[in-house]
């Protein structure tokens, strides 16, 4: 894991952020249709709960590693479920709007209901994906391609797809990257 490409994913948040603030056009009010829609619902998925609990299923079958007692696929479950459970308070506590909404990029500040228009910072779905990816790439190095190509797709489509802002993405990513770090340094991998 790199210390230096997290700060910069920081720094680039906020520096987006700014950009946004001041009025920026970064949304794109892209409409997909048939076929480029269901796909793209589909690779927006990956690192969710189903799809990480399957890429743990096939970890336990085909890879007999342990690290520290534990299959290799348990440190990935964990990155990718605290990342998501990070990114929900966090969401839930500067409560961002999402674009196309009313006070689109507003905080609004703390709420402990669930609110989907004001769920925008950071994303949920960046942040698992890079957790996943961060994970399973630094277990099987020789497919990290693969895996960081799935986790790039899946963040580009939640701005594509006007789910969030730029900096939600770019927060998302950190957040993920960040928590996959943290797992690792703690499992000692």
Known sequence: ???????????????????????????????????LKREGRWFAQYGQGACAVVAALIMW????????????????????FLAGLIAVAVKRLVGRVRPGRELAGRFLGPSLRHANFRESFPSSHTASAVA??????????????????????????????????????????????GVAWATLAVIGA
Do not use: Q
């Not at 210390?3 to 997909?32: H, K």
């Not at 079958?61 to 990718?80: C, E, F, K, Q």
């Not at 277990?139 to 580009?156: D, E, S, T």
């Not at 489509?157 to 969030?164: N, S």
């Open 132 to 177: 996943m990816t961060a994970m399973l790439a630094h277990l099987y190095p020789p497919a990290a391609a693969i895996f960081w190509v799935l986790a790039g797709i899946c963040a580009a489509l939640r701005y594509l797809m006007d789910a969030h802002w730029p900096s939600d993405v770019l927060a998302g990513f950190a957040l993920g990257y």
């Open 1 to 35: 894991m790199n210390a230096v490409l997290l700060l910069a994913l920081v720094f680039t948040t906020l520096l987006m952020m700014l950009i946004e603030r001041r009025g920026a056009a970064v949304t794109l009010r892209l409409t997909f249709k048939g076929d």
């Open 61 to 80: 079958r085909l890879d007999s590693r342990r690290i520290h007692g534990l299959g290799v696929y348990v440190p990935m479950l964990v990155a990718v």
